[in-house]
C-alpha cells in the first residue's frame, strides 16, 4: 500500500432528491460505463415476526469484470443496470434486493481516484426479460438513481 498525503477531495454534484425527469450528469454516466468494479449495498428491513430469525441488516458485495460490466439505461440516463454474476451462490443481494427495494452502488475510478455514490429503488428481473437489456445475463439488478454525490480526488 502506498499512502496519498495530498488527495484533495472535493465534491462536484451532489443531488439529494432528483426531479423525475434528471439524468445524471454525462460524467457520471462515464464513470459508471468505464469502470470494472462497482461496489452494490443492500439492506433488508426484517418484520418484527421475523426479525429474531432473518434480523434487518446491510451488506456490500462488489461486482467485477470488464469495464462496461455496468451500464446505463439511455432512456432515462439514470437506471444503472448491474449482472448479477455467479459467485458464493447465496444471493444475499438478490433476496435484500427481493424484501427491501433500498440499494446502492458506488462506482470508483482507482486511476482518478473519483467516487460515485448512487442510491435508489432496485429491482431484480430474471430470464428472458433480463437477455432483452443486458444480452447472455439471466438475472440482472437495476438500480433507478434517486440521489447521488460526485467526489473528484476522493482516494
Known amino acids: ?25 454525462e460524467e457520471a454516466i462515464q464513470l459508471i460505463l468505464n469502470s470494472d468494479t462497482v461496489f452494490f449495498g443492500t439492506t433488508y428491513k426484517a418484520s418484527s415476526e421475523d426479525a429474531a430469525k432473518f434480523p434487518s441488516h446491510v451488506g456490500m458485495n462488489a461486482r ?3 469495464p462496461g460490466l455496468a451500464r446505463v439505461l439511455p432512456s432515462d440516463g439514470r437506471t444503472i443496470v448491474i449482472p448479477d454474476y455467479s459467485g458464493n451462490r447465496i444471493m444475499t443481494s438478490l433476496g435484500n434486493v427481493e424484501a427491501t427495494h433500498l440499494a446502492a452502488i458506488t462506482v470508483t475510478d482507482f486511476e482518478t481516484g473519483d467516487i460515485l455514490y448512487v442510491t435508489g429503488t432496485a429491482k431484480n428481473i430474471i430470464g428472458d426479460e433480463a437477455q432483452k437489456i443486458m444480452p447472455r445475463q439471466n438475472v440482472i439488478t437495476t438500480l433507478h438513481v434517486e440521489a447521488y454525490t460526485y467526489v473528484r480526488d476522493a482516494m
Open 1 to 25: 500500500m502506498v499512502a496519498v498525503p495530498d488527495v484533495q477531495p472535493e465534491i462536484i454534484k451532489s443531488v439529494a432528491d432528483m426531479d423525475p425527469a434528471d439524468r445524471l450528469p
Open 64 to 66: 467485477s469484470g470488464r
